[in-house]
């Protein structure tokens, strides 16, 4: 088990297999001794080996002389506002995302409320990688203590960014799922506080996730959709499994990709603020950048991960930043993502307006985005790239610009490729998106021939 430590985001391996818990141990100690002294809190998700881990973190952490404050079971971003809000040096999140059950992993979060950068987790590597730990004695090692109330405080604060007293007189009806994942500790909570009939599916905290997958996506939601569908509610609301993201389903069981939603939000941040810019992945839709262009703002590009929209947000002070998978970041709150507050924008928007979600996302027009991923494997993924960034701009139609932020984008006259390797499997991910369904077809398959073409020759 000495395979590389961290990956695009923290550590993500399966447990038992890429990840024991004597690793975790000495990510401790190298966290512990990054940080020097003062405090660390740890929190995690429902996953079955989360306790195991975040206890021999603990030990380690303490180990240099570093104290500890645990948690509990508790969604990411409330982790990350507990970190902020109380000055501690670092927050953990003990999960692995929306990964299968099998999985565990480690999220880094900085006091600033923001994940750690890609600078930061470089040298905690460095210290996790040359075994070179503090050492305290038997009478300085690191205490541990329990902070309880930390859902309540982020839910008391996120009520502070709406309009609390306008929703509430709405009543409106909302199904939640949580997908058994952190999130059943608050979503349906923060509804009751907003005077909503809440209705909750696969709302009990299981690490095994026998609910649904992890992911909250089209084919993942059948429950949540049917239920939202029939019932009347006013809207779905449906978490990955530590809650740091929120896909949302109209009134008539619609899922809704979570770049549109992004735009419907940047319209309105962008009215009420004197900041203009919108910050995304490179994999968001072109009408992210219609709809915000319409409203006076721009939008900035970054390459994927919540961490690097957050980065941006804050150098360009961005109204709001977002990734397609369902996450929103709102920087007057705090700088990780925010399912929760984007979902009470969404009810004050449909308080304000007296219409329902469908007919919201409804201004926000839908093109046709493909993907697709051809098998590579992972030591040819690096030589595929670079000849396809030689080659590819030339076999596309019109192309416009050539990318480099993250993976090969072009952007052409008519739509867009995104050529990706996954950071996690052996794939090289396709992407593309035009206003009209034949274009974009055409894009993928002359994209997929050239990718394949490569793959086969290098
Ligand atoms: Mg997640």
């Not at 968001?284 to 915000?292: A, R």
């Not at 991923?373 to 610009?401: F, H």
Request: overall charge negative.
């Amino acid at each position: 088990m000495t395979d590389k430590l961290f990956g695009t985001t923290g550590v993500r391996k399966v447990y038992g297999k890429e990840f024991d818990l004597e690793m975790a141990l000495n990510l401790g100690k190298a966290l512990g001794t990054y940080v020097k002294s003062g405090t660390v809190i740890i929190a995690r998700d429902a996953r079955t080996t989360g306790l195991m881990v975040a206890d021999t973190l603990a030990a380690g952490i303490m180990s240099t002389g570093v104290n500890v404050v645990r948690g509990g079971i508790i969604p990411t971003p409330s982790l990350a506002f507990a970190t902020m809000k109380h000055g501690f040096k670092t927050g953990l999140m003990v999960t692995a995302s929306h990964n299968p059950p099998e999985y565990t992993g480690v999220k880094f979060w900085s006091g600033s409320s923001m994940g750690y950068t890609p600078a930061e987790e470089k040298k905690l590597e460095e210290i996790y990688e040359t075994k070179k730990f503090n050492v305290a004695s038997w009478d300085a090692s690191g205490k541990e203590t329990v902070l309880e109330n930390i859902v309540n405080d982020h839910i008391d604060e996120i009520l502070e960014k709406c309009d609390t007293e306008l929703i509430r007189t709405k009543s409106f009806r909302v199904i939640v799922d949580p997908g058994n994942g952190a999130a059943c500790v608050l979503t349906p909570y923060l509804m009751q506080r907003l005077n909503c009939e809440v209705v909750t599916i696969n709302g009990q905290l299981d690490g095994q996730f026998p609910g649904r997958p992890s992911e909250p996506e089209e084919e993942t939601l059948g429950d949540l959709i049917r239920m939202t569908e029939k019932t009347g509610a006013a809207l779905g609301i449906a978490h990955d499994g530590d809650a740091d993201r929120v896909v949302f389903v109209t009134e008539k069981g619609e899922v809704i990709r979570g770049d549109r939603t992004i735009a419907l939000l940047a319209q309105q941040a962008l009215k009420n603020s004197k900041e203009k810019t919108v910050v995304t992945t490179v994999d968001s839709s072109l009408v992210l950048d219609k709809t915000v262009e319409k409203s006076g703002g721009k939008i900035i590009r970054t390459p994927v991960g919540d961490i690097q929209v957050a980065i941006k947000v804050e150098e360009t002070r961005g109204v709001i930043g977002g990734e397609a998978c369902g996450v929103f970041i709102f920087p007057e709150i705090h700088l990780a993502p925010e399912p929760f507050l984007a979902t009470c924008k969404i009810l004050e928007l449909m308080a304000q307006s007296g219409k329902s979600f469908g007919e919201l996302i409804a201004q926000i027009p839908q093109y046709p985005l493909l993907k697709s991923k051809l098998n590579c494997p992972n030591d040819k993924k690096q030589a595929v790239m670079d000849s396809l960034a030689t080659t590819l701009p030339g076999k596309m139609k019109d192309t416009v610009e050539v990318l480099t932020v993250d993976g090969l984008g072009i952007s052409l006259k008519q739509g867009w490729v995104l050529v990706r390797p996954s950071g996690t499997e052996p794939v090289i991910r396709i992407t593309c998106e035009s206003p009209d369904e034949d274009i974009t077809k055409q894009i993928l398959q002359t994209a997929e021939d050239a990718v394949k073409t490569t793959i086969d020759a290098v």
